[in-house]
């Protein structure tokens, strides 16, 4: 199998030893995304703003790997509080349509000041 590594300056460059996003055959991998302005390296602090932001990075990679958010077909979302879970589903429906991706949800503690980090695997 070649793997070929996705690079962009459109999502925050990763900390430790992993990848923006991976394509393999078909397929793209993306790692988690925690919602940092690729820009200015902020955060912000409602779940709203911070599951745009993190779907944000995830779509510049996936478009930088040659695919398309629309391809999506998995996202693993981790929230530090899972009863913020209505807000960030409101906003994480701004970005898909059906037929949804599969979703696994589940809680609990992240880095700093993160409420969510978010990964991807989508089709091209």
């Given amino acids: 199998m070649v793997k ?3 690079k962009t300056d459109r999502a925050p460059k990763p900390r430790g ?7 393999a055959g078909n397929r793209i991998y993306v790692s988690g995304q925690y919602p940092v302005d690729s820009e200015n390296r902020r955060m912000p602090l ?4 911070q599951t745009r932001l993190a779907l944000t990075n995830i779509k510049n990679i996936i478009e ?14 981790h929230l530090a509080n899972l009863s913020d879970f209505d807000e960030f589903n409101t906003a994480y429906a701004e970005f ?3 037929p949804y991706p599969v979703c696994t949800t589940v809680g609990g ?3 700093g000041k993160a409420l969510i ?7 091209i």
């Fill in 64 to 77: 930088a790997g040659g695919g398309r958010m629309e391809n999506v077909v998995k996202c693993t979302v």
């Fill in 17 to 23: 030893q992993c990848s923006q996003g991976i394509v």
């Fill in 117 to 123: 980090e978010i990964d991807a695997v989508a089709e």
């Fill in 109 to 111: 503690a992240l880095l």
């Fill in 96 to 98: 898909f349509k059906a």
């Fill in 4 to 6: 070929r590594e996705i």
């Fill in 46 to 49: 409602d779940i709203a703003t």
